[in-house]
């Protein structure tokens, strides 16, 4: 009897962030549908973080081999110092995913762009590289500018402003300030900065020798930005998790939030979530707290372990039981579960990549509050470009306030404009995943490319 033919084996390589790691993931799991096996690479300290969510578990995801390398940090090393990490990832795991991908055979390597490192051995080893971007085609295609940026004396290889323009590459791709643009913000010093800078000018002319870029975008939203990027790319998004698979996560999801938002009233709740990044101070996060009182609304409000500076566990306890019963907060959520929920009326939220396709895809408005990176950047898309949210304003002392909160929230809610571009742009995004629309198709054109040797 003839031996079953072998399924084709991709490795996925996302940089060392649960935002990164997620839209890999679930693109895992769509190449696993179509009868690939993935080799999943996680740092060593991730993968115990996504162990312990999954209360010491193995990851129950068929097809689906999950490894893990050093990030190259001692164990008390910063992770959140964006440019810190990067610095020393290249160093640390490419002597073993080299290794790894002889052994394996493996014929392509899905990375995340900012693990491009992994192009060296596209002429050692004769892998084939698939770039992911995390972000939108717009932070792509500006990261491509980012040498003229500095040539042009806008700001400097430190990351200094020299002067605070406003950058728009298209007028129908998203407007930044100077200084909001993402490298400003990653590094914790100059020094960090600098390399971050630095690196993303050195590895930018090296990104063609990937075969394609992948896009958790779709083509109505992006198309002008797509043609921007150096290479062809594929817009495949918006990417969704099966909703069995929880492995990836580095806390665990709290799911008695989906029985608590099945009590509350159609488009009532304030869903509040600023990713695995955001860190506010305690008087950022009393306004938040006093703000979501002050909507009159039930509210469910991510607070992950490490939210907040100088805020003790009895706060966030004393608070629980002041709203108990109109408002819930949890550490960690099944996000994409919450906002396809009937109950939730908007979305607080940092603008992260993941986060804005989510709620694009499930209608959902979005109170838009950014931290760093491209999350600027995402919230000249939802609020200037797409119309589907507002910006929530800090006053003159960098205080977002309560009552610019409950403002925000009642203009937000009672915006019929809002409202109809918001069910607009979900239509389209559920045509670009359905069957013959442009994301779909794009799926297809990438498993033939990624089972060609």
């Not at 996925?12 to 895992?28: I, N, Y």
């Not at 939730?344 to 603008?351: E, G, K, P, R, S």
């Not at 009552?403 to 742009?425: F, H, Q, Y």
Request: one cysteine or more.
């Amino acid at each position: 009897m003839a031996a079953s033919p072998q399924r084709p084996r991709v490795m996925m390589l996302p940089f060392a962030a649960q935002g990164h790691v997620m839209p890999l993931m679930e693109l895992s799991h769509r190449l696993v549908e179509h009868g690939f096996e993935v080799v999943f690479v996680n740092t060593d300290f991730n993968h115990a973080r996504i162990l312990t969510a999954l209360e010491g578990a193995a990851p129950a995801a068929g097809g689906i081999d999950w490894i893990s390398f050093p990030d190259g940090m001692g164990p008390d090393g910063d992770r959140t110092d964006i440019g810190k990490v990067l610095d020393g990832l290249p160093a640390a795991m490419l002597g073993g995913l080299e290794e790894t991908i002889r052994s394996r055979n493996i014929r392509w390597v899905v990375a995340d762009v900012s693990m491009s490192f992994v192009l060296e051995l596209v002429r050692t080893v004769g892998v084939r590289v698939a770039l992911f971007s995390t972000y939108s085609a717009a932070t792509f295609a500006l990261r491509m500018h980012l040498p003229k940026m500095i040539e042009d004396g806008i700001i400097d290889e430190t990351g200094n402003v020299k002067r605070n323009e406003r950058i728009q590459l298209n007028p129908k791709m998203p407007a930044i300030d100077a200084s909001k643009l993402p490298w400003i913000s990653l590094g914790k010093s100059p020094v960090s900065r600098r390399a971050m800078i630095q690196s993303t000018i050195t590895t930018n002319p090296t990104l063609a020798l990937a075969d394609t870029i992948i896009c958790n975008t779709f083509q109505e939203i992006e198309s002008v930005a797509l043609a921007h990027l150096p290479i062809p790319a594929v817009a495949i998004g918006p990417l969704e998790a099966p909703k069995s698979a929880a492995a990836g996560h580095f806390w665990p999801q709290d799911e008695t939030c989906l029985r608590w938002l099945g009590a509350q009233a159609p488009g009532s709740v304030v869903y509040v979530a600023f990713g695995s990044l955001t860190v506010f101070d305690a008087e950022q996060l009393q306004e938040l707290a006093d703000g979501l009182q002050l909507t009159g609304r039930p509210f469910l409000w991510v607070v992950r372990p490490n939210f907040a500076d100088g805020v003790g566990k009895g706060w966030l306890d004393g608070f629980r039981r002041r709203v108990f019963g109109k408002g819930l907060v949890i550490s960690w959520a099944p996000q994409q579960r919450v906002l396809s929920h009937p109950s939730v009326a908007c979305f607080v939220t940092h603008c992260g990549w993941n986060s804005t396709m989510e709620a694009v895809q499930h209608g959902v408005p979005l109170l838009c509050w950014p931290y760093f990176a491209d999350q600027f950047l995402n919230q000249s898309y939802i609020c200037d470009l797409w119309g589907v949210g507002l910006k929530a304003c800090a006053d003159g002392l960098d205080i977002v306030t309560k009552e610019e909160i409950r403002n925000k929230v009642e203009r937000l809610l009672g915006d019929e404009g809002i409202k109809a571009r918001t069910l607009s742009l979900k239509s389209a995004a559920c045509a670009s995943v359905a069957d013959g629309g442009s994301s779909h198709q794009d799926l297809i054109k990438l498993v033939n490319l990624l089972r060609e040797n």
